[in-house]
């Protein structure tokens, strides 16, 4: 007798790049307490992106604005966008691993 297996449906619509580049997070609701945080990527595509942080105040459907890549608070080659985190997931040594989702350039 044979299992039977469920196919996995992607969700993905684009494929990721693992690329390590350093970016700018910030809560864009002014509902949401100021943070700024400085993570580096570990994947990205062309409408989101993917990364590990210490800050615990990530949550599915909150919006951000992220500055990618960042190098420094001037730069005109940064650019800017609004996301929406789409996936929180608790990782050892209290980190997160954060799936963000760009809804457009700022």
Do not use: C, W
Not at 7 to 15: A, G, I, Q
């Amino acid at each position: 007798m044979s299992k039977v297996q469920t196919p996995h449906t992607e969700k993905r619509v684009s494929r990721r790049a693992k690329m390590n580049q350093m970016m700018r997070v910030r809560p864009s609701e002014p509902r949401d307490e100021h943070f700024e945080d400085l993570p580096i990527s570990i994947n990205v595509s062309k409408q989101g992106i993917y990364f590990h942080t210490n800050h615990p105040a990530y949550y599915k459907g909150m919006r951000l604005f992220i500055t990618f890549p960042f190098t420094f608070v001037h730069n005109p080659m940064n650019s800017e966008y609004l996301a929406e985190v789409v996936r929180v997931e608790n990782l050892a040594n209290k980190r997160f691993g954060i799936a963000v989702h760009f809804i457009m350039p700022v």
